[in-house]
């Protein structure tokens, strides 16, 4: 995929190429934590490509680099915990 | 139960794909002070040509964790000053997407909205509520 050609036809196939990525990033976790436990890292084909002290500044980096249609993760290296969004949906309320 | 409208736009707008349907939408979003984190529709990042940055372990229910893509947008309120002008307060979120959800109070009194307006996007304004005038206040 020409990343740099990509619109709005193609979100589907980034969402995908994402979720594989993310998928890769979790299952390197475990690796991630000696080095860079609480930071945030811009994450690509398996590896590590920056790591910054906040989110905001990893986005704008993984932005920069490969533009909108990447594939790239933006993530805290933390073990994986469930969010929970709320309790009321939770309960069903 | 509280559902105002707001407005969400790609963050910063390159980070919208060509070709994307709009470059904001108002709409309209539930408050939700029991919430860590905000959501909006996927249908309704999917018009504003947003992708997501990673996905996200959510817990739904007691009974099930769902993996959900979270995206990074601007999502913001109109307010009044005391001249009566408007301004918009707008901040980056990184959101979860989810389906559109509709809540009833009744089975005639369906309040549809687009969103959840966490504790994430709360805690840049001051919130308050008046209990015997029956309203709620946001300001900045």
């Known amino acids: 995929m020409d990343t740099d050609r990509s619109t709005i036809l193609d ?19 475990p690796q991630l934590l000696a080095q ?58 | 139960m ?18 994307a349907a709009r470059d904001r939408c108002q709409v309209p979003m539930m408050i939700d002070t029991g919430a860590r984190f905000s959501l909006v529709a996927d249908t309704v990042l999917a018009q504003l040509g947003v992708v997501s940055i990673g996905n996200t372990d959510v817990r739904t229910s007691l009974q099930s964790v769902e993996l959900r893509p979270v995206c990074r947008i601007a999502v913001g309120i109109e307010g009044q000053d005391m001249y009566g002008d408007s301004h918009l307060k707008s901040v980056p979120l990184s959101v979860i997407a989810s389906p559109p959800v509709t809540v009833a109070i009744s089975r005639s009194i369906p309040l549809r909205h687009e969103g959840l307006l966490g504790l994430d996007f709360l805690q840049h304004f001051q919130f308050a509520y008046d209990g015997p005038a029956g309203e709620f206040r946001l300001s900045w």
Do not use: C, M
């Not at chain 1, 979100?11 to 976790?29: C, G």
């Not at chain 1, 500044?57 to 469930?82: D, I, S």
């Open chain 1, 11 to 29: 979100r589907d196939a980034i969402l995908a190429r994402v979720a594989n990525e993310s998928a890769r990033f979790r299952a390197t976790i």
């Open chain 1, 36 to 93: 860079y436990r609480g930071k945030w890292v811009v994450f690509r084909d398996g590896a590590v490509v920056s790591v910054h002290r906040d989110e905001e500044t990893a986005y704008a980096e993984g932005l920069r680099l490969f533009g909108p249609a990447g594939g790239h993760v933006v993530a805290v290296v933390r073990e994986p915990e469930p969010v929970l969004l709320s309790a009321a949906i939770a309960f069903g309320l």
């Open chain 2, 2 to 19: 509280l559902i105002i409208p707001a407005t969400v736009a790609p963050y910063p707008k390159e980070a919208a794909l060509p070709g």
